[in-house]
C-alpha cells in the first residue's frame, strides 16, 4: 500500500511551556515557537484529568452565519481530532461545509510523520492564498503535528503570510480562544504547547459517520524510535481512565455503532501511567468484549509491550477481531537497535508464534521502513525474509524521511535514493504478491461483511469490510447499509474481493 493509499486526505484551524492549569482563565496569544527540546522532557508529574469542559459563553455565537472546512492528513489519530474539532466548532454555532471557498473557516489538520505529507501541507496552503486575497475575513489555521514543530512554525511565519492561526495537537480545546483571538488580531496567533500531561475529557465530537467509531485510549508516545517524530508532536504517554473509555464505547454501542477502533500511538503501553492500579490493555479489552458491539479494533501496536495476557484475552475471540496490525519497520537485529525499537528479529517472531498458537485465525499486518540510514542490501534482505517468514497479508511501506529533531536525521547516510527507491519497489512486490495470495485464499468463502455504504468507484455497488479488514464488494439493497451480511466470495484481487450477498446478519437497523 502506497503513501497516498495511506495519506489519504479528508474534508469536513505558542507557547514554549503550558500555562497553569486554568483552562479557562488562560487567554493571550503568543508568538513565540514550540520547542521540540521541550517537547522531549518526560516529567514525573502525575496525569491531570479534566472533565469540565465547556464553551465560555462569550463565544457562544461566534459561529453564527459562519461555516467550516477541515482537511485531515495523516493518521486516524488526526481524524478523530478533526472529529473534536467539528464538535467545538459546531458548538460555537459554525456549520459544516465541504466547499472550500463557501467556508469562513479553513483548517488544515497536519501530519509530519514524512516530508511528502507535510509538503502536501505547504502546497495547500499556496492554494489558499488567492482565497485569502479574494476574501481577508477568511480565518485560515494549521493544526495538528506539523504546528509543533518548531521549523515549520518558523517557515509559516516567514512564507506564508495568509494563516491567521497556528494551534497545536495539546490545544484543540482552546480553539474558542484561539479562534477568537484571531477575529480580534492582525497578527498571527500561535498557541502551541510544547509539553502535555493531561487527558481532557468531555469534548464535543462530531462523528464522522454512524456504523464505524474510533475511541481514544491513550494520547502520545514515550518510545522515541529514533527515525519518529511522533514523541515530540504527541507529547508524553497518557492513559485514559478505564471508566471513561468503556462508558464511551456503552455509549457508541447503544446509538448503534458496529464497529469501535481504540486508538492510540503505541496501545500496547495502555495503563502503564497509571500509579493507583496494574490495570493494561488486556485487562481494558477483556471487560470492552462484554459491551453489545459486533466489533473491535485496536491501532496502532507495538511488539515490545504485547503481553501474554493481551494475547489470552484476545483469544477470547468474539467482538474481539482477529486481525492485528503489528509494525516491525524491519527484519534485521542490528537495524532494529539502531531505530531503538526494543526487540529483535528473534523477538518478534516468537510473538507472532505465540499470537498465532493463541489465535489460529490471525490475519497479520505492519509498517516497514526501508533505506534507513545505511542500511545494508543483507539487512534489507533480512526484511524481505522475514515478511516472507511471518506471511503478513498487507504492509503500509515507506522509504524513510529525515526529521529534524530526531537522533536519525543527525546520522550521516551511505544510501543513495535509487538504491532506496528500489528497495521499496521490491519489497511493494512481495507485498503485493503475499496480499494477493490472502485474498485468493477466499474464493468460494463465505464471509461477515459490515456494510458501509455504495463503493467508491460504482454506486449500483456496496462495499463493506471483514473483521480482518478486507475490502469487499457486492451488489445489494441500500438498506443494508449499516448491517452485517453474509457474502459468498466469487473473484479476488490483490487490494478487494467481489461478492455475492448471501444473507443478513443483524437487523439492528444504524440510526442514518
Ligand atoms: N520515515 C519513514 N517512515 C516513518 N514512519 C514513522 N516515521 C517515519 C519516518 N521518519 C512510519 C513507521 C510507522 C508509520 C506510521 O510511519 O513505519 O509505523
Ligand atoms: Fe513513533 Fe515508535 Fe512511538 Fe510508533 S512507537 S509513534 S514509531 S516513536
Not at 495503563?271 to 453489545?292: N, Q
Request: charged content about 30%.
Amino acid at each position: 500500500m502506497n503513501e497516498d493509499q495511506r495519506l489519504q486526505s479528508t474534508q469536513i484551524t505558542a507557547t514554549p511551556a503550558k500555562p497553569e492549569k486554568d483552562y479557562g482563565q488562560y487567554f493571550q496569544s503568543v508568538y513565540t515557537p514550540p520547542s521540540l527540546k521541550d517537547a522531549k522532557k518526560r516529567g514525573k508529574e502525575e496525569v491531570a484529568y479534566f472533565d469540565d469542559f465547556k464553551i465560555d459563553p462569550r463565544f457562544a455565537d461566534m459561529g453564527k452565519g459562519r461555516k467550516f472546512y477541515i482537511r485531515t492528513y495523516g493518521c486516524q489519530m488526526n481524524e478523530h481530532d478533526t472529529e473534536v474539532i467539528a464538535g467545538i466548532l459546531m458548538q460555537l454555532g459554525y456549520e459544516l461545509t465541504s466547499a472550500v471557498d463557501d467556508a469562513n473557516v479553513i483548517l488544515l489538520n497536519t501530519c509530519a510523520i514524512r516530508e511528502n505529507a507535510e509538503n502536501k501541507v505547504f502546497g495547500e496552503l499556496g492554494h489558499l492564498k488567492p482565497l485569502k486575497l479574494e476574501n481577508p475575513d477568511v480565518l485560515i489555521g494549521v493544526c495538528g503535528c506539523m504546528s509543533q514543530e518548531e521549523s515549520v512554525v518558523n517557515k509559516i511565519l516567514k512564507t506564508y503570510d495568509q494563516v491567521d492561526m497556528i494551534f497545536g495537537t495539546h490545544n484543540i480545546h482552546r480553539l474558542p480562544e484561539i479562534l477568537n483571538e484571531a477575529y480580534m488580531s492582525k497578527e498571527m496567533v500561535i498557541d502551541v504547547w510544547s509539553k502535555e500531561g493531561d487527558v481532557i475529557e468531555n469534548l464535543p465530537k462530531v462523528r464522522k459517520g454512524k456504523i464505524k467509531a474510533w475511541v481514544n485510549i491513550m494520547y502520545g508516545c514515550d518510545k522515541f524510535c529514533t527515525y519518529c517524530i511522533v514523541p515530540y508532536t504527541r507529547g508524553k504517554e497518557r492513559s485514559r481512565r478505564p471508566a471513561d473509555i468503556i462508558q464511551e464505547v456503552r455509549h457508541l454501542a447503544a446509538q448503534g455503532y458496529k464497529e469501535v477502533t481504540l486508538l492510540g500511538q503505541n496501545v500496547n503501553a495502555y495503563g502503564k501511567d497509571f500509579t493507583d492500579m496494574t490495570y493494561g490493555l488486556g485487562e481494558l479489552m477483556d471487560e470492552l468484549r462484554m459491551i453489545d458491539i459486533p466489533r473491535i479494533r485496536f491501532t496502532t501496536s507495538h511488539p515490545r509491550d504485547f503481553d501474554d495476557h493481551l494475547i489470552e484475552v484476545l483469544a477470547k475471540g468474539g467482538n474481539l477481531v482477529d486481525h492485528i496490525h503489528l509494525p516491525v519497520q524491519s527484519g534485521s537485529t542490528s537495524m532494529l537497535k539502531i531505530m531503538a525499537r526494543k526487540y529483535s528479529r528473534e523477538h518478534y517472531v516468537e510473538l507472532v508464534r505465540k499470537i498465532r498458537e493463541a489465535i489460529p485465525t490471525v490475519s497479520l499486518t505492519t509498517d516497514i521502513i526501508v533505506g534507513f540510514p545505511n542500511e545494508t542490501e543483507e539487512q534489507f534482505e533480512e526484511t524481505l525474509s522475514l515478511f516472507k517468514e511471518i506471511g503478513y497479508e498487507m504492509a503500509f511501506t515507506y522509504i524513510y524521511s529525515p526529521r529534524e529533531g530526531t537522533p536519525a536525521a543527525k546520522m550521516e547516510d551511505n544510501v543513495p535514493m535509487e538504491v532506496k527507491k528500489d528497495r521499496l519497489q521490491r519489497l511493494n512486490a512481495v507485498v503485493n504478491e503475499y496480499a494477493a495470495a490472502a485474498m485468493k485464499a477466499y474464493e468460494g468463502q463465505i464471509v461477515e461483511v459490515l456494510v458501509e455504504g455504495e463503493s467508491k468507484k460504482n454506486p449500483d455497488v456496496l462495499s463493506g469490510y471483514t473483521a480482518k479488514n478486507k475490502l469487499v464488494n457486492f451488489v445489494g439493497p441500500k438498506a443494508i447499509v449499516g448491517k452485517l451480511v453474509k457474502v459468498k466470495i466469487i473473484t479476488t484481487k490483490t487490494w478487494s474481493l467481489n461478492g455475492e450477498l448471501i444473507e443478513i446478519v443483524s437487523d439492528q437497523e444504524v440510526g442514518v
